[in-house]
């Protein structure tokens, strides 16, 4: 077994930690809404107004700080008007995006904001800017937001709601260089300023508005947008990218039956990530340093499962999603001077989920796992740490071994993440603190092989369990068995937030 020396210094405090960086996304697509999260008020399977029990229960315990809806693709074709209003009388559409289905509008703007008022966490909208008008987004947000005298306030009264609701996050657009409307980035950055300019605050809130920034590496469209746009008109940009295990969109590999080889290069290609923020990151503080960056999809891309809809985008969720999970949650806190949200894609049902349905049946991925052992590390500060780690690999596919980040939370207490992404090898990590006495320590681990998975028949095939850990001298002495993931709560005294 390998010694390995890490270090952490709780006095180098590097930025804040919002806790929207745990944020969800939710689109109509799929099962994602319509049987995941919505089964409406008449379902045999217990619901509140519709939602789920269970899914509402999940999202709690997850602390879910932000949930993105209505899309995705779907958001630039989404008339926010189709969705309020007697359910019976709302109109069907097509879901033009996502496998040509009928879209009912029985879950819309009263059904997701009152989940989000359930849950605790804020509301991210995905405005219409690719088929949409800026009257439209107008509306929607008086809609929402205004308590004084006007006809939108008296619809929303109508429609069964007294008081405005809270919104804060609000996307102007979604992939507007591809499926929201294939714009340059110079059209789209002209769409934009009049959009957001009908994107008023009204009735006590404050809009951050968040732009539709690049794809993956495409430096060219954050250029443009900066050049273009100013920060009195943006709060963020938005950054997509997916995980591909081939790297190819047209053979991206099975979800479940994967090569070590495979396995490598989907972990490599997940780490990608992180220079792509630094890149797009440095871009945009060559015009200022208020702009940030909101990672609003991130997450693995496999092949659909076999025998479900190719337009429905469903897969299973192994310990390499877990793995991928912890590698990318590291990489936010270790960029929360410019990452300041990022969202799963998807929350139930669709692409990497936490959640995955089957009738009465839900089952948590060891994706959920994954970032319910993270949660600690919501509005924490993130601080310097470093392990000594080496290189791991087959196939031509070489990965540093271990992905790490810590952070220290107000109530005192120091949160190191750990995933030994290595197949073969388990670590022994001497982790001394600076800056504060280390005293008790609580862990989770989340371990298996990399092909594990829970399903309807083996819920709980991959669940989180007990680690420990010794402390001596200020150093935390743990061994990190291969294919793993673990998380630390660590109580430390002498140390001033
Ligand atoms: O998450 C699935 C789709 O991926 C989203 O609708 C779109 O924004 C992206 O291409």
Redesign the pocket.
């Known amino acids: 077994m390998r010694k390995l020396n890490m270090v952490v210094n709780t006095l180098d405090k590097k930025a804040h930690i919002n806790r929207e960086i745990y944020g969800h ?1 939710s ?1 109509h ?1 799929g099962a994602c809404i319509y049987d995941g999260i919505y089964v409406g008020e008449n379902s045999k399977i217990p619901n509140t107004n519709g939602v789920r029990n269970d899914v509402i229960a999940a999202f709690k315990e997850l602390k879910m700080p932000v949930l993105r809806w209505p ?5 630039d074709d989404y008339h926010w008007l189709d969705g309020v209003g007697k359910k019976s009388e709302r109109p069907k559409r097509i879901n033009a ?2 496998g040509g289905v009928t879209e009912p509008n029985s879950f819309g703007t009263h059904e997701f904001f009152n989940l989000c008022e359930k849950i605790g966490c804020e509301p991210y909208l995905a405005g219409n800017l690719g088929s949409g008008t800026p009257k439209e987004l107008s509306d929607w947000i008086e809609y929402i937001t205004f308590d004084g005298d006007s006809n939108m306030t008296e619809l929303r009264k109508k429609n069964g709601r007294e008081k405005p609701w809270k919104l804060k996050y609000i996307g102007i657009g ?2 507007n260089w ?3 409307g294939a714009m340059r980035p110079e059209y789209y950055t002209d769409e934009y300023r009049k959009f957001q300019a009908y994107a008023r605050n009204l009735g006590g809130s404050h809009l951050f508005k968040v732009a539709c920034g690049p794809s993956a590496d495409d430096y060219r469209w954050t250029e443009k947008l900066m050049e273009n746009l100013n920060d009195t008109m943006v709060d963020a940009l938005s950054l ?1 990218y ?1 995980t591909v295990p081939t790297g190819d969109w047209e053979h991206k590999g099975s979800s479940t039956k994967f090569s070590d080889a495979e396995y490598y290069g989907t972990i490599s290609r997940t780490l990608q990530i992180e220079d792509m923020i630094r890149k797009h990151g440095a871009i945009i503080r060559k015009y200022t340093d208020k702009v940030k960056l909101i990672v609003d ?1 991130w997450g693995c ?1 496999y092949d659909v499962e076999e025998g479900t809809n190719p337009g429905f ?1 469903y897969q299973q969720n192994t310990m390499r999603d877990a793995i991928v999970a912890a590698c990318n949650l590291n990489i936010f806190n270790n960029n929360a001077d410019i990452v300041c949200m990022a969202n799963l ?2 929350a139930v049902n ?2 990497q989920a936490l959640l995955l349905t089957k009738g009465e049946k839900m089952i948590k991925t060891p994706t959920y796992h994954v970032m319910n052992m993270f949660k600690t590390h919501q509005d924490s500060e993130n601080v310097y740490s470093f392990i000594e780690n080496e290189k791991v690999g087959e196939g031509g596919e070489e990965i540093p071994a271990l992905s790490y980040s810590a952070s220290v939370s107000q109530n005192g207490h120091l949160n190191i993440t750990i995933a030994n992404c290595s197949l073969t090898d388990e670590y022994e990590i001497s982790c001394r603190v600076i800056g504060a006495t280390a005293s008790a320590a609580t862990g989770e681990i989340l371990t298996g092989n990399v092909h594990d998975k829970n399903d309807f028949d083996a819920p709980t095939n991959v669940i989180p369990k007990v680690f420990g850990t010794e402390i001596k001298d200020n150093v935390i002495s743990l061994t990190i068995p291969k294919c793993s993931v673990i998380s630390l709560v660590v109580g430390f005294s002498g140390f001033k937030y």
């Open positions: 996304f689109e697509l899309g995705g693709c779907f958001a995006y996502w979604n992939e591809g499926g929201g997509h997916y999809e891309w985008l894609a998807q669709v692409l």
